[in-house]
């Protein structure tokens, strides 16, 4: 993520694919798709903070992908 003037850089995963990423309604919550090269079968739905501080993994697949927040975000 980066400010809206281009500086500020924070890398919030380091894995070897991340993609679909989406903000929450809200706008500060990230959540996308991972896949490590550990595990290179299985793509892991995960949330993390504008901080990079509090990940979250709320689903592991094998087939997944474009991942959708709903319209009601506290």
């Known amino acids: 993520?980066?400010?809206?003037?281009?500086?500020g850089e924070r890398i919030l995963s380091e894995d070897y694919l991340v993609e679909g990423p989406t903000w929450?309604?809200?706008?500060?919550?990230?959540?996308f798709f991972r896949q490590s090269e550990?595990?290179?079968?299985?793509?892991?739905l995960v949330t993390v903070d504008?901080?990079?501080?509090?990940e979250r993994i709320l689903f592991t697949s094998t087939a997944a992908s474009d991942p959708a927040w709903s319209p009601l975000i506290p």
Not at 24 to 31: I, K, Q, T
Request: a neutral charge.
């Open 50 to 54: 504008i901080t990079g501080h509090h």
């Open 38 to 44: 550990r595990n290179p079968d299985s793509a892991e």
């Open 24 to 31: 929450a309604p809200n706008g500060r919550v990230l959540m």
């Open 1 to 7: 993520v980066i400010k809206p003037d281009g500086s």
